[in-house]
């Protein structure tokens, strides 16, 4: 049985009566311990998707289950990491790591958390603000808030999209060294070809409007890839 399964989900956003499309008839499944990408042009609903994963927003219809049960945040641990990192800007970088924890959530025992922190190179951060952070500090303060909560899913949207070469490359293998330590299922949104091979065994290609998988790959090589997205790009409309 999949870990992981999604089967005909659809999502539509409404304002007034104004109702726009976002994702249509999305269906697939992912074994335990395995990190997928998604990837695809921008606009084709790969937030969106992680967006109904965690629970931020439901779906027009379909179905998600996750170790055999209706997904529910509530139940599974379900990280997400987004864009932005989801730092709160009034507590320091400890507090933030620990703010599952304080929440009532599920977490690893204090020997792991700083095995998780020590390994991100975070201990001598620990009493900092987000704003007295760096973007490859305040993501790393992000990965270890998430790691740190056991979870059954992990959502990772572009975490690395935001940094310079150097820290963006530091911060990937990092990232891969810890989840080498602590497997999880992962979803990581990329529109990084290289970055998407290097992470993950599968690839999802999401395009169109609204989004649809266009491909699915698995042990795949970034000129495959780079292959599918060149359709994708041309089928979304866009110019690759």
């Given at each position: ?13 409404t304002s007034g009566k104004q109702i726009t499309p976002a994702l249509r008839d999305i269906s697939f499944s992912l ?143 990092l990232f891969l060294d810890l989840w080498q330590r602590y497997p999880t299922t992962t979803l990581l949104v990329t ?50």
């Amino acid at each position: 049985m999949p870990y992981l399964e999604i089967n005909a989900l659809s999502l539509d956003y409404t304002s007034g009566k104004q109702i726009t499309p976002a994702l249509r008839d999305i269906s697939f499944s992912l074994e335990q311990g395995l990190i997928c990408a998604l990837t695809g042009p921008s606009g084709g609903g790969k937030s969106s998707l992680l967006n109904v994963l965690s629970g931020v927003i439901q779906p027009t219809s379909g179905s998600i289950t996750l170790a055999g049960e209706p997904i529910n945040p509530k139940r599974h641990q379900i990280a997400l990491v987004p864009q932005s990192y989801g730092l709160l800007p009034w507590k320091t970088a400890y507090e933030n790591i620990l703010l599952p924890e304080t929440l009532g959530r599920r977490s690893v025992s204090r020997e792991t958390r700083l095995e998780i922190i020590e390994s991100l190179g975070l201990q001598d951060l620990l009493q900092r603000y987000p704003h007295e952070l760096s973007g490859g500090q305040c993501q790393r303060v992000a990965l270890a808030r998430a790691f740190g909560m056991q979870p059954d899913l992990l959502l990772l949207d572009e975490p690395f999209s935001a940094l310079d070469v150097v820290t963006c490359e530091r911060s990937r293998q990092l990232f891969l060294d810890l989840w080498q330590r602590y497997p999880t299922t992962t979803l990581l949104v990329t529109h990084n070809p290289a970055e998407a091979t290097a992470l993950s065994s599968r690839a999802l290609v999401i395009g169109g409007k609204p989004g649809r998988i266009l491909c699915n790959l698995s042990d795949y090589e970034e000129s495959e890839l780079r292959q599918q997205l060149s359709k994708a790009y041309t089928y979304s409309g866009y110019e690759a």
